[in-house]
Nanobody, 125 residues
């Protein structure tokens, strides 16, 4: 089993920045592709971004492209999400996820094997 723990959420004004982090523990002898998803109240969970095992490939939802950056940390199976120019519509619970299988469906939640508990991001003045 793998446990994922997110950190870094909070309240920020529109136009501000936040950096989310996610660290895996447990069965971390293998490397996982990592993804971020978010879920706003009353809405379905949606893809935000993903990064391959090597870190060489990254993908983003159109809604965050150019504003958010996903990166792998120096420690194995750690990932960060740098969020800039935040908008009220970015308000959601953000989830980190780890994918052990093929990376071809990186934007689909069902592809991911492990999930964190989520961290709240609120963008409001």
């Amino acid at each position: 089993q793998v446990q994922l723990v997110e950190s870094g959420g909070g309240l920020v004004q529109p136009g501000g920045s936040l950096r989310l982090s996610c660290a895996a523990s447990g069965r971390t002898s293998i490397s996982y592709a990592m993804g971020w998803f978010r879920q706003a109240p009353g809405k379905e969970r949606e893809f935000v971004g993903a990064i391959s095992v090597s870190g060489l490939s990254t993908y983003y939802a159109d809604s965050v492209k150019g504003r958010f950056t996903i990166s792998r940390g120096n420690a194995k199976n750690t990932v960060a999400l740098q969020m800039n120019s935040l908008k009220p519509e970015d308000t959601a619970v953000y989830f980190c996820a780890a994918l052990a299988g093929p990376f071809s469906h990186y934007d689909r939640s069902w592809s991911y094997d492990y999930w964190g508990q989520g961290t709240q991001v609120t963008v409001s003045s």
